[in-house]
Each structure stands twice: as structure tokens, then as C-alpha cells.
């Protein structure tokens, strides 16, 4: 068995009720000294799917991702990930929490002082996995990044989008079901950023992670929402985002697409939720100019 | 009534600096016992903490026993003089084992540790703080305090009553080197009379105070990093207040430890 198809140790300890939301936000509400950010968001994440949140810079995309991680706690509302119930939930039990899930930060967020891969090795680490599993899973979760050189390698050595892709490695290593990725293409070329969405759609389709990915790039969320990686073939089908099944493919599917959907924030509030196909086709000003400003 | 708003909102402003300073304290000071109550709970981090001890006592031997070394030396030179008036020059060796073990040695070495070591921990927690490490740390399950301000803590309290011992040694060589050159002192007389009139109360003010001024120290700095806010100049800001207050607050609570133990060992009413 690959390292893609077994079951991993976050998996088996993570509760994920069948018929029930994997993250759900009810009313939630921050907001700093400046005023509220976020005034009364709800939606949920369902096991499998991927979420993109769009918006402009400052709409409280980080501020989503954060709270669903249990990193910041709202002035209002209530947060549920994976059957437990975050918004009072003291630091100790975050902690243990958080083993569950994996987290992509904006820039990387890799220990400078520590090299790729111990970065990546960091949770296994912590868990006290032995020696060899450690350097086993480092290795595949480096060689699903395209990384594998880079084991001694210090972040500062690294480019921006070389350091993303170990953020996420680092993120990914021990199988989480679910994945929080904050602007990973922020910052980089049209290039590395297609690099980086092509690592999250290798997540989504070859792990079956549930992720919700934030981005102010309205590319991204349709680049997730038109190619579907093949198991069988391991190669990118484009698919038509207006029917479920890919262009091409005349085999009969065995389950059901898994599914990418789009919330757009504005001024603190959802403004939209529905499929790429949606968007697509919306006659609504706002969206259109959020469309447009795609390359 | 723009005047009136002007007058109300000077109490304000001072009410709202005291309540800032005040919950500041109180959080430092939830800090700090969550600190030392992580030494006695899993997980602990022996590593960090070995590699801390290494940076924070190996990394300062070599300024505190230069300095020390001159501050001895000073010592004598300026005070040399003073004894020879009253033919009393043997009398040295007293005074500089006295001053060195009982005050110079803690309070100057935990300056100069606070000087090197507080800025470096400020300044480091604090870039991980701004660059998300911190947070990233907390995403993948690890405690920070744990992980890093624990560590500093048993590193800094173990090491700096080391370095005050190698210090209180280095000056009074210094001090001896200085003796012989200018007092024509001899070896015996200088060291007999700087090992025979410390007492066991000397010993004990010695090395306890290093404990405190070290838990200080880096409770102090760690906090400044940990809270740093806006950026790389929040991290300069941070590490420069790490430097004064873990300064300022060694030289108060060394007043205040001299008092008590000077008092507990019967030398004071």
C-alpha cells in the first residue's frame, strides 16, 4: 500500500459523524478595535467537499480560517469542527484538537531555525513516531510536493513557492482529513501559483481531504473547480464545471464528484455560496467584477 | 461643548494606560507560572532546553569573564589607596570578596546576561510571532510556552547562578592580579583573607539571587516576544523594553533581596 491509499493516524482518531457538517459556523462575529470584520457568518463544510473562500484583502478570509482552527475565538456565534465544538473550548483541549487538522499559512510559516525536513517531520516528532516512520512519511509527503531534494535544505534557502510547498507537506504529513489553506498562492507567480493548486487538487482527489481554502484569486477556485485529478492515471482531466462528470471520461463513476464550492465575503457578511457553475453564469455586478479581474 | 470632552478625556486616557499596564502584569504573570508549572507536567522539551542552556550559559562566558575579570581589577585600583592610608592594605582581599560575592557578581552578571540574552529571546520569539511561526506552531498541536518559554526559563535560572560563581572567581583573580602589582600584596594574604571572610549567609545571598534575577530575565523577555505587535518594529520595540525592564527589575528586586536575606542571616536589625 502507498503512502496515498493508506489510512493515517490523524484519520482513525478524528470524529467525523456520517450525515453531519466536518465545519460549521453559526452567526459568527469578530471584530477588533477598528469595528467588526466578520458581522454574522454561517455556512458549513461537508466531508469531501472543498470550499473556497473568496473575497478581497481584509475580508476576513485568515479571520475564518483561524477561528475554524480553533487560533482565534469570535466575539459571537458558535464554530463545530469535526463533532467538537471550539468557541469555548480551553487551549489544552485545542491542542489535541488541532492534531486533526492540518494548517497551510499564508507565507509558509516554516521554522527558520529547523531544516525542510524536520519542519515536515514536526508533528510526527511531537507524537514520538519512531525514526524510521518518521523519515518513511517525510520523505512521501516531501516526494508528493515535488520536494524531495530539499530535505536539508534551511527555509530561508528556499523560494517563496518552494517554501508553500513545504508549508503544505508539513501540513499534509500525517494524513489529516481536514485542511485549512490560507492564501497559498498569494504573493507568487501565475506559474508556482498553478504549482501550488495543482498540490492542493492532488490532496483533494488522491487523499479525499476536506479542505477550505482561502484566496482573494477568483483562478484559483475555478483552477479546483475544472481539473480533477485521475487516480488511474495520476494525470489532470479538465472537467465542465456546468455537468458533474469530466470532458472525456466515458467510464461511469464510481462516487460521487467531490464537490468545490464558492463563498465570496463582502463587507463582513456572505455574499454568495454556490458551485464555480454558479458564478459562472450570475448576472450579479459584484461577481461579475470579481470574475473579470481574472486573467 | 468641545472643552468639556477635551477635560473628560484626560482621566480617560490615563484610566485606560493603568488598565493596559495592569492586565500586562496580569498577564505576564499567568505566563509566568504556566511556565514553571510546565516543568512538572508532559510533554517536556529536555533538547530545547539543553540547547538553551548551552546559548544562555556557554554563549555568556566569555563577556561575563572579561568583564568581571576588569571589575575586580577596578576595584581594587580605586579602592587600594583608601587601605594603604590606614596601613591596611591586606584588608583588600575582604572587601573585594565581600562586594564581588555578595552584590557585584549577581547584580553585574545578571545585567550583562539580561543585555545579551533578553534582546536575543525578544527578538527571536518575537519574528516568530510576526512571521506565524508561532501560530503555526499552535496549528500543529504544540503548546508555545511549553515548547519555548519553558526552556528559557530552566536554562536562564540553572545557568546564571553558574555564571555568577565562574564570575565572583574571575574577579577576584582580577582584583589579586591588580593587588600584587600595585599593593604588593601576596597570594597567601589576598586569598586567605577573600575565602575566610565570606560566611555562609554571603554564599547563600550569592546564589539566590541569580535564581530570581534568571527567572526574571526570561519570563520577561519571553513575554515581550510572545506579545510582540505591528511588525519588524514591533519586534525592535519589544526587545528593547525585554532589555530595560528585565534590568530595571533585577536592580529592584536585588535591593529588596539584599534587605531580606541580609536581615535572615542576622547582619541587619
Redesign the interface.
Known amino acids: 500500500m502507498t503512502y496515498l491509499s493508506r489510512p493515517g493516524p490523524a484519520e482513525e482518531r478524528a470524529k467525523i459523524v456520517p450525515g453531519e457538517p466536518l465545519v460549521a459556523f453559526k452567526d459568527v462575529r469578530i471584530g477588533f478595535d477598528e469595528g467588526d470584520v466578520l458581522r454574522g457568518i454561517s455556512f458549513e463544510v461537508w466531508p469531501g467537499e472543498t470550499k473556497v473562500l473568496l473575497g478581497e484583502s481584509g475580508s476576513g478570509k485568515t479571520l475564518i480560517l483561524?477561528m475554524a482552527?480553533g487560533?482565534l475565538r469570535p466575539d459571537a456565534g458558535r464554530i463545530w469542527v469535526m463533532g467538537h465544538d471550539l468557541t469555548d473550548m480551553p487551549?489544552?483541549e485545542?491542542?489535541?484538537f488541532?492534531?486533526h487538522?492540518g494548517?497551510v499559512?499564508?507565507?509558509g510559516?516554516?521554522?527558520?531555525s529547523l531544516t525542510v525536513g524536520e519542519n515536515v517531520a514536526?508533528?510526527l516528532r511531537?507524537e514520538d513516531a519512531p525514526d524510521k516512520a518518521v523519515e518513511t512519511q517525510v520523505l512521501e509527503a516531501l516526494r508528493f510536493v515535488e520536494l524531495e531534494a530539499s530535505l536539508n535544505l534551511y527555509p530561508p534557502e528556499l523560494s517563496g513557492g518552494m517554501r508553500r510547498r513545504v508549508s503544505i507537506a508539513?501540513a499534509l504529513v500525517d494524513r489529516p482529513p481536514l485542511v485549512f489553506y490560507d492564501s497559498p498562492t498569494a504573493g507568487l507567480d501565475p506559474v508556482t501559483s498553478q504549482t501550488i493548486i495543482t498540490v492542493v487538487l492532488r490532496g483533494r482527489d488522491l487523499q479525499g481531504v476536506t479542505s477550505l481554502l482561502a484566496t482573494h484569486r477568483v483562478q484559483d477556485a475555478f483552477g479546483l473547480a475544472s481539473f480533477r485529478l485521475s487516480p488511474a492515471t495520476g494525470r489532470l482531466v479538465r472537467v465542465n464545471i456546468d455537468r458533474a462528470s469530466p470532458v472525456g471520461d466515458a467510464a461511469p463513476r464510481p462516487e460521487p464528484e467531490a464537490p468545490t464550492n464558492l463563498l465570496v465575503l463582502r463587507e463582513g457578511r456572505l455574499y454568495f455560496e454556490g458551485h464555480a457553475a454558479e458564478m459562472l453564469h450570475s448576472s450579479d455586478d459584484y461577481l461579475k467584477k470579481f470574475l473579470a479581474s481574472a486573467e | 461643548m468641545p472643552e468639556v470632552s477635551e477635560l473628560e478625556s484626560i482621566p480617560s486616557v490615563l484610566g485606560d494606560t493603568v488598565k493596559r499596564q495592569v492586565f500586562a502584569v496580569q498577564d505576564y504573570s499567568l505566563l509566568a507560572m504556566q511556565s514553571i508549572a510546565n516543568v512538572f507536567t508532559p510533554p517536556q522539551y529536555w533538547a530545547d532546553t539543553l540547547e538553551q542552556m548551552d546559548q544562555i550559559g556557554v554563549g555568556s562566558l566569555p563577556i561575563v569573564v572579561i568583564t568581571s575579570f576588569f571589575i575586580g581589577g577596578v576595584m581594587v585600583l580605586q579602592t587600594a589607596g583608601e587601605f594603604q592610608r590606614f596601613g591596611e592594605t591586606a584588608l583588600t582581599g575582604d572587601a573585594v570578596s565581600l562586594s564581588l560575592v555578595r552584590e557585584l557578581g549577581p547584580a553585574i552578571t545578571a545585567l550583562l546576561v539580561a543585555g545579551r540574552n533578553a534582546s536575543g529571546i525578544a527578538s527571536e520569539l518575537g519574528s516568530m510571532v510576526v512571521t506565524e511561526q508561532v501560530d503555526a506552531m499552535r496549528a500543529l498541536g504544540t503548546d508555545p510556552i511549553r515548547k519555548l518559554m519553558t526552556p528559557r526559563m530552566i536554562a536562564m535560572v540553572t545557568m546564571l547562578p553558574l555564571l555568577v560563581a565562574v564570575a565572583d572567581f574571575v574577579g577576584l583573580v582580577g582584583g589579586f592580579v591588580v593587588a600584587y602589582f600595585t599593593l604588593r600584596l601576596g597570594a597567601v594574604q589576598f586569598w586567605t583573607r577573600a575565602i575566610d571572610v565570606l560566611e555562609f549567609g554571603d554564599i547563600v545571598q550569592g546564589m539566590a539571587k541569580p535564581v530570581i534575577f534568571g527567572f526574571i530575565i526570561s519570563t520577561v523577555a519571553c513575554y515581550q516576544g510572545l506579545r510582540v505587535k505591528g511588525g519588524t518594529q514591533g519586534v525592535g520595540r519589544a526587545t528593547t523594553t525585554a532589555v530595560v525592564i528585565s534590568s530595571v527589575m533585577v536592580l529592584v528586586f536585588d535591593f529588596f533581596l539584599a534587605k531580606v536575606l541580609l536581615f535572615m542571616f542576622g547582619k541587619t536589625s
Not at chain 1, 510559516?109 to 527558520?112: E, Q, S, T, V, Y
Open positions: 483561524k482552527a487560533l487551549e489544552r485545542l491542542l489535541d488541532r492534531r487538522i494548517f499559512f499564508q507565507e510559516a516554516l521554522f527558520d514536526f508533528r511531537e508539513r
